[in-house]
Structure formats: structure tokens, C-alpha cells
T-cell receptor, first 109, second 114 residues
Framework: RKEVEQDPGPFNVPEGATVAFNCTYS??????FFWYRQDCRKEPKLLMS???SGNEDGRFTAQLNRASQYISLLIRDSKLSDSATYLC??????????FGTGTSLTVIP | NAGVTQTPKFRILKIGQSMTLQCTQD?????MYWYRQDPGMGLKLIYY???????DKGEVPNGYNVSRSTTEDFPLRLELAAPSQTSVYFC?????????????FGPGTRLTVT
């Protein structure tokens, strides 16, 4: 079973739409959770960490459900510049990070 | 700060050749990582290091070697290159764990083995 699973998409949404991505993880001992953004042929960059209480950064909201072992990312009022691949990342107690395969988002004018 | 730098940006190798991918960070981070990313796939950890002189295997270490003689540098060595090693290689670093410990990535090295 994969450590981290994501729906690869693609998600094609109009500007201004709200879109949500989910991600599941297999190891209940996982301790840290992140969403990274990766533009085409570029390196991943941290979008936001995900905390148990949930957290929000502008138009982006991340939630963690430990009981069901899933993480979500909600993007409100989508912009053209949000088009990218969104990577769900999980870390255990050690120093290894596990990446999902990513969910592709295209925001259409 | 330059952050994490990687060289070369692109490389074509013949089967059986060897090469070293260079990675340097100037943020005084303890932790450094090497990943590979195949098309349409997530990043897979090859090796990581928690400090100078300490390295450990990740998910896919076969065919690779690393060393960490300084805090700044973490080179990845490919011996006897094979077509299966065609990939994009990313180096990353992170500070010691706290409430959040972001990984900072280099721009990647695109390697083709033919």
C-alpha cells in the first residue's frame, strides 16, 4: 500500500471557483503533514503545513483528519496563477518525507 | 542566500558511465535529502543526511552513493548508469525539527541515460 495517495486529476476549474483536494496516508504514526506546490518542470515549494486544528492562509485552507487518515486542501476564488500540481507530503517520527504523486490543477479563464 | 543549488542542470549519460550530482546549501541546515521524480510520479527519497558524516538510505538507494563531509555539501554519485536512472533529481535541505520544518528544494538536475 502506498504511503500517500492522491487523486491525480486533472482538475479543470473556471476562475473564481472553489476546488478541494484530498489525500490519504497509510501510517497512523505519521506526525507532520504538508501541502507543496510544483509548477511545471520546477522544484516543489511549500504551500502550507497542516495542523490538527486546521489552518488557513488567505484563500487556502488545510484540514487534517487523523481518525480517517486524510488531509484536505481547499482553494477558494481560484486564480489563473493557482494552476500547478499540488503535492501531499507526510513525515513520520524520523526524517523521511513521503510524497504523493500530486494532483494537477488548471484554472481556466 | 542562494538557498539550495544543484549542478549540472542537464546531463546525458551513456549506459555504464558514472557521474556526480552536486548539491550545496548556504542556510546552515542540518538535514539534506536526495529525491528522484519520474514523469507523473511523486518524489522518491534516495538518501538523506542528518548532519556531516551521517547518511542513511531512503526508499530507492540502489545504484547511488552519497557522502556528507561538510554541512553545506551533499553530492550524489551514480555508478554504472542505467536507463532506469533517467529522471529528475532534486536535492533538498531542512532545519532541525520544530513545530514546522519546511524542506527547501534545489532547481533539479535532469538526467537522461541512453
Amino acid at each position: 500500500r502506498k504511503e500517500v495517495e492522491q487523486d491525480p486529476g486533472p482538475f479543470n476549474v473556471p476562475e473564481g471557483a472553489t476546488v478541494a483536494f484530498n489525500c490519504t496516508y497509510s501510517n497512523s504514526a505519521s506526525q507532520s503533514f504538508f501541502w507543496y506546490r510544483q509548477d511545471c518542470r520546477k522544484e516543489p515549494k511549500l504551500l502550507m503545513s497542516v495542523y490538527s486544528s486546521g489552518n488557513e492562509d488567505g484563500r487556502f485552507t488545510a484540514q487534517l483528519n487523523r481518525a480517517s487518515q486524510y488531509i484536505s486542501l481547499l482553494i477558494r476564488d481560484s486564480k489563473l496563477s493557482d494552476s500547478a500540481t499540488y503535492l501531499c507530503v507526510v513525515a513520520h517520527t524520523g526524517n523521511q518525507f513521503y510524497f504523493g504523486t500530486g494532483t494537477s490543477l488548471t484554472v481556466i479563464p | 542566500n542562494a538557498g539550495v543549488t544543484q549542478t549540472p542542470k542537464f546531463r546525458i549519460l551513456k549506459i555504464g558511465q558514472s557521474m556526480t550530482l552536486q548539491c550545496t546549501q548556504d542556510m546552515n541546515h542540518n538535514y539534506m535529502y536526495w529525491y528522484r521524480q519520474d514523469p507523473g510520479m511523486g518524489l522518491k527519497l534516495i538518501y538523506y543526511s542528518v548532519g556531516a558524516g551521517i547518511t542513511d538510505k531512503g526508499e530507492v538507494p540502489n545504484g547511488y552513493n552519497v557522502s556528507r563531509s561538510t554541512t553545506e555539501d551533499f553530492p550524489l554519485r551514480l555508478e554504472l548508469a542505467a536507463p532506469s536512472q533517467t529522471s529528475v533529481y532534486f536535492c533538498a535541505s531542512s532545519p532541525p525539527r520544530g513545530r514546522t520544518y519546511e524542506q527547501y528544494f534545489g532547481p533539479g538536475t535532469r538526467l537522461t541515460v541512453t
